[in-house]
């Protein structure tokens, strides 16, 4: 069988509109129920400000929860470096969406700052949409495909036939615009966070690709 084989690339820019708030705690205890129970205690501070800025108690929702052993390096009389359990060390990340509201969001951060939590966050903007932006990601690709196959074959003095094999690598394409890397909640206790926050999110830039085979005549 005669074939042409192409790759086309898809290239997609969208429009944000949710904001994904992502917070981290983290701490290290003597015990292992003591890192448990602090944790406990700082979720319920991050529940307790999210509901004060109209959120339920579904809407903060786990992302990640580990406790590991956390160790510490140290010379013994010998000179040679050993290590022994400090403790134990709680990593707890969670995250809210909602739509688009640079104002909503001041209020939450201005919240945090003022609740004694050692959280840290980050800022995203995404899609709520997710997965109609995927498919659009993909038709956009295998619309790239055919339109160069079919420049190929032109140029080449053939036609295409029957559309053989498409194969495509499926990776969970994230649509995620990130402007605010980690900060701790407790710096914005200068109140700036409570006011609205004059942010503009740029489009979101996302790719993909498939390859596809022609017969030819």
Same mark, same amino acid.
């Given at each position: 069988m005669r074939s042409i084989k192409v790759t086309g690339k898809g290239l997609l820019k969208v429009k944000p509109d949710t904001m994904r708030l992502?917070?981290?705690? +983290? $701490? +290290?205890?003597? $015990?292992?129920a003591d890192a448990l129970q602090?944790?406990?205690?700082? +979720?319920?501070?991050? #529940? %307790? /400000?999210?509901?004060?800025? %109209? @959120?339920?108690?579904?809407?903060?929702?786990?992302?990640? @929860?580990v406790v590991d052993p956390d160790y510490e390096g140290y010379q013994d009389k010998n000179g040679n470096w050993r290590q022994k359990l400090k403790g134990y060390r709680y990593t707890h990340e969670l995250k809210l969406e909602f739509p688009l509201d640079n104002e909503r969001l001041g209020r939450l951060?201005?919240?945090?700052?003022?609740? %004694?939590?050692?959280?840290? @966050?980050?800022?995203? =903007?995404?899609?709520? $949409?997710?997965?109609?932006?995927?498919n659009e990601l993909l038709r956009l690709a295998v619309e790239d495909a055919k339109r160069k196959a079919t420049i190929l074959a032109e140029a080449a003095g053939v036609s295409l036939g029957a559309l053989n094999t498409i194969d495509y690598s499926f990776g969970a394409r994230d649509f995620v615009a990130e402007p605010m890397a980690f900060r701790e909640c407790s710096k914005a206790s200068?109140? /700036? =966070?409570?006011?609205?926050?004059?942010?503009?999110? $740029?489009?979101? #830039?996302a790719e993909d690709s498939v390859t596809v085979l022609w017969e030819i005549r």
């Open positions: 992502l917070l981290t705690t +983290t $701490d +290290t205890k003597k $015990d292992y602090a944790s406990a205690d700082m +979720t319920g501070i991050l #529940r %307790g /400000v999210a509901a004060e800025c %109209g @959120f339920t108690e579904e809407e903060l929702k786990t992302t990640s @929860f951060l201005y919240a945090l700052s003022k609740s %004694g939590s050692k959280a840290e @966050f980050r800022i995203q =903007y995404t899609v709520a $949409d997710m997965e109609a932006s995927r200068d109140g /700036v =966070y409570g006011m609205a926050l004059d942010m503009t999110p $740029d489009e979101i #830039r």
